[in-house]
């Protein structure tokens, strides 16, 4: 997503334009025990925190969000084993938990429950936390890492650990990053993918099980527009919206019907029509252009969310809907609904799940406690020049925005909970405009009026039945 800097979650990414003027555009993301979510740039987290990975300056677990008030201006963010990452407007990258192989990049070894800033590192536009080693795009296109290189996942033709930023060697034209636990992996603007780090299951997908610590081509692998990673495999999500996947099967997570291994990356069947993806440690997640949600690998502790604990090497429906951001934890899943509420199943016994117990699984989706992805301080109008009215509002099947003065060539322009452009009506003139739900899912929207490209008003507007 992108204005003037990109938005990218880690796990899953999403190429859509990002509401310039409102400030609540979300994300969320979590790490092998703990979870992570930005709301109105402010972080809340939850969840495991015995080496300070919350960056709100204590090492105390929390089975509810709580803020992190040191954080400020944080606009996407990831989870590592005991380590978080956050990425700033401003271009800089903040990191806070566990450092002993340096994957907090401050140029020090020592773990830390504030955020350090990440040495020398500017104008980045993408984060990705691997187990204990770190990724970050830049706006010029290139990759810089930090952190455990003991498999070559820096990528930077070494395996010395670094504890201050290192180019990633021979890539350039990135678009897109990813990480597995000890691997990397990146897709260029032309589609391809490539990767580096720990082969030992086939992950990096070149046909071999060597490790690499500078990026190769994957074999065969074409039109790409995301990556992610897990313990020992990867995805790739095509711009046909199928999924492709390599490295280990043992418990399914290749999703391709069989439980074998494989070094060159096979599709993962009965899915189609997917604009995001995750991974978790050992299992995948899909997001479908119906906003419906889907599973496979391995189900321990109910990460799939089917309601039982059988692994499935096929993709299996979740039971939650209008679903438009997914992440995935070490085992424990999470999706945000267009309502702006968070719903998570999965492993809990950190109390990573946020509903306020640090035990007892949940092999279907609950809803997170005491968040909502919408700020609470969201005005109901920003910068307005045209006072307007809304009504209904909330409304069902169509509204009437009404305005105090005639449009001669006004745009409306209608945004989704997570600042994705949803609905756009140009050449409206007059002062009123109806708008009908149509296909649109119950949810929380703001519109934003433009007159001859300067923006009038902006305002909330709920949907519901």
Same mark, same amino acid.
């Given at each position: 997503?992108?204005?003037? #800097?990109?938005?990218?979650?880690?796990?899953?990414?999403?190429?859509?334009?990002?509401?310039?003027?409102?400030?609540?555009? =979300?994300? %969320? *993301?979590?790490?092998?025990?703990?979870?992570? *979510?930005?709301?109105?740039?402010?972080?809340?987290?939850?969840?495991?925190?015995?080496?300070?990975?919350?960056?709100?300056?204590?090492?105390?677990?929390?089975?509810?969000?709580?803020?992190?008030?040191?954080?400020?201006?944080?606009?996407?963010?990831?989870?590592?084993?005991?380590?978080?990452?956050?990425?700033? @407007?401003?271009?800089?990258?903040?990191?806070? /938990?566990? !450092?002993?192989?340096?994957?907090?990049?401050?140029?020090?070894?020592?773990?830390?429950?504030?955020?350090?800033?990440?040495?020398?590192?500017?104008?980045?536009?993408?984060?990705?936390?691997?187990?204990?080693?770190?990724?970050?795009?830049?706006?010029?296109?290139?990759?810089?890492?930090? /952190?455990? !290189?003991?498999?070559?996942?820096?990528?930077?033709?070494?395996?010395?650990?670094?504890?201050?930023?290192? =180019?990633?060697?021979?890539?350039?034209?990135? #678009?897109?990053?990813?990480?597995? #636990?000890?691997?990397?992996?990146?897709?260029?603007?032309?589609?391809?993918?490539?990767?580096?780090?720990?082969?030992?299951? /086939?992950?990096?997908?070149?046909?071999?099980?060597?490790?690499?610590?500078?990026?190769?081509?994957v074999t065969g692998l074409t039109n790409v527009k995301?990556?992610?990673?897990?313990?020992?495999?990867?995805?790739?999500?095509?711009?046909?919206?199928?999924?492709?996947?390599?490295?280990?099967?043992?418990?399914?997570?290749?999703?391709?019907?069989?439980?074998?291994?494989?070094?060159?990356?096979?599709?993962?069947?009965?899915?189609?029509?997917?604009?995001?993806?995750?991974?978790? #440690?050992?299992?995948?997640?899909?997001?479908?252009?119906?906003?419906?949600?889907?599973?496979?690998?391995?189900?321990?502790?109910?990460?799939?969310?089917?309601?039982?604990?059988?692994?499935?090497?096929?993709?299996? =429906?979740?039971?939650?809907?209008?679903?438009?951001? %997914?992440?995935?934890?070490?085992?424990?899943?999470? *999706?945000?609904?267009?309502?702006?509420?968070?719903?998570?199943?999965?492993? @809990?016994?950190?109390?990573?799940?946020?509903?306020?117990?640090g035990a007892n699984n949940y092999t279907t989706p609950? =809803?997170? &406690?005491?968040?909502?992805?919408?700020?609470?301080?969201?005005?109901?109008?920003?910068?307005?020049?045209?006072?307007?009215?809304?009504?209904?509002?909330?409304?069902?099947?169509?509204?009437?925005?009404?305005?105090?003065?005639?449009?001669?060539?006004?745009?409306?322009?209608?945004? !989704?909970?997570?600042?994705?452009?949803?609905?756009?009506?140009?050449?409206?003139?007059?002062?009123?405009?109806?708008?009908?739900?149509? @296909?649109?899912?119950?949810?929380?929207?703001?519109?934003?009026?433009?007159?001859?490209?300067?923006?009038? &008003?902006?305002?909330?507007?709920?949907?519901?039945?």
């Amino acid at each position: 997503m992108k204005t003037k #800097r990109y938005l990218l979650i880690l796990f899953c990414t999403v190429a859509n334009g990002i509401l310039p003027t409102i400030t609540f555009a =979300q994300s %969320i *993301a979590a790490g092998a025990s703990h979870t992570l *979510a930005v709301c109105d740039y402010q972080v809340q987290v939850w969840g495991f925190n015995l080496y300070g990975q919350f960056g709100n300056g204590t090492n105390t677990d929390s089975y509810l969000p709580i803020s992190a008030p040191l954080l400020t201006n944080v606009i996407s963010l990831d989870g590592g084993s005991n380590f978080s990452l956050f990425l700033k @407007n401003d271009g800089t990258v903040w990191a806070s /938990g566990s !450092n002993i192989f340096g994957q907090l990049g401050d140029g020090t070894n020592t773990d830390s429950n504030i955020p350090a800033q990440v040495s020398s590192l500017t104008n980045a536009i993408a984060i990705a936390a691997g187990w204990e080693h770190s990724i970050a795009l830049k706006n010029d296109s290139t990759v810089w890492t930090w /952190g455990n !290189n003991g498999y070559g996942q820096l990528g930077n033709g070494s395996n010395t650990d670094s504890n201050v930023p290192v =180019q990633v060697v021979g890539l350039s034209g990135i #678009r897109a990053i990813g990480k597995g #636990r000890h691997h990397s992996l990146a897709v260029k603007s032309d589609g391809t993918v490539w990767a580096w780090g720990w082969n030992g299951n /086939g992950q990096l997908g070149d046909g071999t099980l060597i490790d690499s610590n500078v990026p190769l081509q994957v074999t065969g692998l074409t039109n790409v527009k995301a990556v992610a990673g897990g313990d020992g495999h990867s995805y790739a999500l095509k711009n046909d919206g199928t999924i492709w996947a390599s490295g280990l099967n043992a418990h399914g997570q290749l999703g391709d019907g069989t439980n074998n291994w494989s070094t060159t990356f096979v599709q993962v069947i009965n899915l189609s029509g997917i604009n995001a993806i995750a991974s978790g #440690r050992l299992h995948g997640m899909a997001l479908k252009n119906d906003s419906t949600v889907w599973t496979w690998g391995i189900n321990s502790y109910g990460q799939l969310g089917n309601g039982n604990t059988n692994n499935s090497n096929t993709p299996l =429906q979740v039971p939650i809907t209008d679903v438009i951001k %997914i992440t995935v934890g070490g085992e424990h899943s999470i *999706a945000l609904k267009n309502s702006g509420t968070l719903w998570s199943w999965g492993l @809990n016994g950190n109390g990573q799940l946020g509903n306020g117990t640090g035990a007892n699984n949940y092999t279907t989706p609950i =809803q997170t &406690t005491g968040i909502s992805c919408l700020s609470t301080a969201t005005p109901e109008k920003v910068n307005a020049i045209v006072e307007t009215t809304i009504y209904p509002n909330p409304f069902s099947e169509e509204t009437t925005i009404t305005a105090t003065t005639y449009f001669t060539n006004a745009t409306l322009i209608l945004y !989704n909970v997570v600042g994705e452009k949803v609905k756009t009506i140009a050449a409206i003139t007059g002062n009123t405009i109806v708008l009908k739900k149509g @296909n649109l899912p119950n949810g929380i929207y703001v519109i934003q009026l433009l007159e001859n490209s300067k923006i009038i &008003t902006t305002k909330k507007l709920i949907i519901s039945n």
